[in-house]
């Protein structure tokens, strides 16, 4: 549910590309338009589809599916450029995650 410009309205997982924190918000990018949820990325993590969603980094969580290239980078980081062609960079410390998508692709 997401709450934007007095309305109140529901985004659908399918269209989720990534999401990033905000502070105590998260800026979910679906398509073209981005929405401001008042929630935290941990908060919002837990209750998405760990085989659908990878935290990819502190501040990202990417929707595999949404996922179009991966580049290895160095110690063990990737840019994964995504199908709205944002291109973001992993943290080592998702590296297990990471791993998982690739062993399971």
């Given at each position: 549910?997401v ?6 309205f529901?985004l ?6 990534w999401i990033e924190a905000?502070d105590?918000y998260?800026n979910?990018?679906a398509?073209?338009e981005s929405h401001l949820?008042?929630?935290t990325l ?5 209750k998405l589809?760990p085989?659908?969603?990878i ?5 990202a ?8 290239e ?9 840019e ?6 944002t291109?973001?960079?992993?943290s080592?410390?998702?590296y297990k ?7 399971h692709?």
């Open positions: 549910m709450k934007s410009g007095g309305r109140i529901f659908q997982v399918d269209e989720i590309v905000a105590n998260v979910v990018h398509g073209h949820i008042r929630e941990t908060g919002l993590e837990m589809d085989q659908q969603f935290r990819i980094r502190h501040s969580i990417v929707k595999a599916s949404r996922s179009k991966l580049h290895p980078m160095f110690k063990g980081s990737y994964i450029l995504l199908s709205d062609d291109k973001l960079t992993t080592r410390r998702y995650r990471i791993a998982e998508l690739l062993d692709s």
